[in-house]
């Protein structure tokens, strides 16, 4: 069973900050990548950022702003989110592709998603 912990939504006015982390619990074999994802009403989940062994990316829209890492020894990832903007509010969704100990194949994975509201 794999369980996608996520913590640190909120309410921060326009230009704070806030850092999202998520952990991955369970037995797992090998993590491929780390994402964030999020969901605002009457929109698409958009891919927010990602972390993988290959390097980081970032929507446009938020390149410059927020910086993600990883923490391999505890399998988390992390959000840090400066200069937020309204258009910023969204239900944050993190994702991890990994591969479980048993049985051995590589399928995404999904956190219940944490509200981040930004007011102007």
């Known amino acids: 069973q794999v369980q996608l912990v996520e913590s640190g939504g909120g309410l921060v006015q326009a230009g704070g900050s806030l850092r999202l982390s998520c952990a991955v619990l369970?037995?797992?074999?090998?993590?491929?990548?780390m994402n964030w994802y999020r969901q605002a009403p009457g929109k698409q989940r958009e891919l927010v950022a990602g972390v993988a062994d290959t390097g980081t990316n970032y929507a446009d829209s938020v390149k410059g702003r927020f910086t993600i890492s990883r923490d391999y020894a505890k399998n988390t990832v992390f959000l840090q989110m400066n200069s937020l903007k309204p258009e910023d509010t969204a239900v944050y969704y993190c994702?991890?592709?990994?591969?479980?100990?048993?049985?051995?194949?590589?399928?995404?994975?999904w956190g219940q998603g944490t509200q981040v509201t930004i007011s102007s």
């Open positions: 994702n991890a592709v990994l591969v479980t100990q048993y049985p051995r194949y590589e399928a995404p994975y």
């Open positions: 369970g037995n797992i074999f090998k993590i491929s990548a």
